[in-house]
């Protein structure tokens, strides 16, 4: 089957959100090993730094209960103010990740805690594996300031269509002009038209919340590069009807 729109990445890469949260505890080394032998393309995931200087893995800034907590259930605590060793267990951290994962597929990362950046950066690079990561971000200036200390690494701005002040043409202007390097949408935001804007400012097309196969269908039919959903096995399906 041929795309309707081209995209610059072909084919496009399918992210396992939060390491394909649709097949196992979100955000876990059971999830990330599953969507790497399950097929996806690539892997989501979402950054924090711990009280003593642990990237770790996990959506909320929020964990519990503690390891350790004789006394009562202890839920709620921040990550930032607590140490890593007093996290859960099933609370990876970015080291975890390359040590049982490898570094082979592109890793997309969602950095919370913006202090957290440079212990992604350290990590990534320490295993060989910076050029094939992803960092996310919604705030373009953390985007700039974070360009000149990782040249390697793909940025990229996580946003809506509606949140753009002067309209998608500037926005892959100043993108561009700042060595962003991809943009990230909502599925519902995409069409061919906007992605043959942003490629034409050398800019990568990225979709999230595909969850369903149609859904990622319309999405790489409409030139995308590169698409986030729950469901491994959808993303495995919906790439291999149109590129195998």
């Not at 959100?17 to 979100?26: I, K, L, V």
Request: hydrophobic share 40%.
């Amino acid at each position: 089957m041929v795309t309707r729109i081209p995209a610059l990445l072909s084919p496009p890469i399918g992210f396992a959100h939060r390491g394909g949260s649709a097949h196992a505890r979100e955000n876990t080394l059971e999830a990330f090993l599953l969507a790497h032998e399950m097929g996806a393309t690539g892997i989501e995931t979402d950054a924090w730094v711990t009280a003593d200087g642990a990237v770790v893995l996990h959506h909320d800034r929020f964990v519990g209960p503690l390891q350790g907590a004789t006394v009562r259930r202890i839920l709620g605590r921040r990550i930032a103010g607590t140490l890593r060793s007093r996290l859960p267990a099933y609370v990876p951290s970015l080291d975890d990740y390359y040590q049982h994962c490898g570094s082979g597929l592109p890793l997309s990362v969602d950095v919370k805690d913006n202090k957290a950046f440079d212990g992604v950066i350290t990590s990534a690079r320490k295993h060989q594996a910076s050029e094939h990561l992803w960092i996310c971000h919604s705030r373009v200036e953390t985007l700039m300031a974070w360009r000149s200390e990782a040249a390697e690494v793909r940025l990229v701005h996580s946003t809506r269509l509606n949140r753009l002040p002067h309209g998608p043409e500037r926005h892959a202007a100043d993108l561009a002009a700042a060595n962003i390097d991809a943009v990230n949408f909502h599925r519902d935001d995409w069409n061919g038209g906007l992605t043959t804007l942003y490629h034409r400012f050398g800019l990568l097309a990225l979709g999230w919340d595909a969850q369903q196969v149609h859904q990622i269908a319309e999405l790489v039919d409409a030139g995308i590069d590169g698409f986030y959903s729950d469901h491994v096995d959808r993303i495995t399906e919906t790439l291999a009807r149109f590129y195998s």
